[in-house]
């Protein structure tokens, strides 16, 4: 996991500015293009953008609160506000992705000739270069950073690749060879592949929120790092969570009971420090225990 530094904050707050600015360039672009062409298809991908433009705005909002260092009053930092935004720019997708569906489903019923195709293709060009060039950045900022509110904003920019692609195809069909459903049909299929990728950025909030588990991988990974060390015995009660950037691991770490208490914080700190080698944004919380002692252990280890 990467480390958060200053220069990671920066990556952050710069890759929500980018986010924002593409949005509005591109809502002005395909808004002219939708009056011009009246395909449903360009709508689709206007509404789509309308919605970037609001939760690229509420994201890089949250962005700079989950950036701001623990406090007083919240002791554990504020990383959690990615995951707020996350939910919200799910909401945000799913709405947009449902008044699509209802428009698409009237253009079945009452068919609309596209007109002027070459400005819809122009438009759609100009939006999946900005757009690749948006992903490509994100992605170097979530490499570097691991924010999740960048990670679920990329994810929304990653569609509307193919939400343009598939615009472009639909004005070809419609305008280049008569086929006149192919506009509304393709809108619906835009609906349908927004209303999942929401689910995929919602779930992941939702998991971040509600203070689920790291993988069983990583907690194996933790387990076995803990127990590389030759004075401990064993691990129990591990318990590990994400919020925005950070990780925090808690575990109990079973030791000799007849060493001393020095030794045994000496070991803890010991493997303390190769369990935050590992993972650069962990907060790390170890409990020593003498080996054998009976107690209540994690009945969900």
């Known amino acids: ?42 709508l689709s991908t206007l509404i789509d953008s ?12 949250a962005v700079h609160h989950a950036l701001v260092p623990a406090d007083k009053e919240h002791r554990f930092g504020h990383g959690k506000a990615e995951a707020l935004s996350a939910l919200a720019q799910a909401a945000f997708i799913s709405g947009s992705a449902i008044f699509l569906l209802a428009e698409a489903a009237e253009r079945l019923i009452k068919p609309k000739a596209i007109e002027n195709t070459e400005i819809g293709y122009g438009v759609m060009a100009l939006a999946i270069v900005l757009t690749l060039c948006l992903v490509a950045y994100q992605r170097y900022v979530v490499e570097k950073t691991g924010s999740v509110a960048i990670a679920a904003d990329s994810a929304h920019y990653k569609m509307d690749v193919l939400v343009n692609i598939s615009v472009v195809v639909s004005l070809a069909l419609s305008s280049g060879f008569g086929l006149g459903w192919a506009d509304p049909v393709f809108a619906l299929g835009i609906a349908a592949y927004i209303l999942w990728g929401a689910w995929g950025i919602g779930i992941q909030a939702y998991h971040m929120l509600m203070d689920r588990e790291l993988p069983d991988s990583e907690r194996k990974t933790i387990e076995n790092i803990a127990l590389e060390h030759p004075e401990v015995e064993g691990v129990h009660d591990l318990r590990t969570r994400s919020s925005g950037t950070r990780v925090f691991i808690q575990m109990h770490l079973e030791m000799d009971g007849g060493m001393t208490l020095d030794a045994a914080h000496d070991i803890s700190d010991a493997v303390e420090a190769k369990i935050q080698n590992a993972y650069p944004r962990a907060e790390v919380l170890i409990h020593g225990d003498p080996a054998g002692l009976a107690e209540d252990q994690d009945v969900f280890q």
């Open 1 to 42: 996991m990467p480390e958060m530094t200053a220069e990671s904050g920066r990556l952050m707050k710069t890759a929500t500015y980018a986010s924002v600015l593409v949005a509005g360039v591109l809502i002005a672009a395909k808004f002219a293009a939708w009056v011009m062409t009246g395909s449903v298809s360009m």
């Open 50 to 61: 309308l919605l970037d433009a609001a939760a690229s705005v509420l994201n890089m909002i």
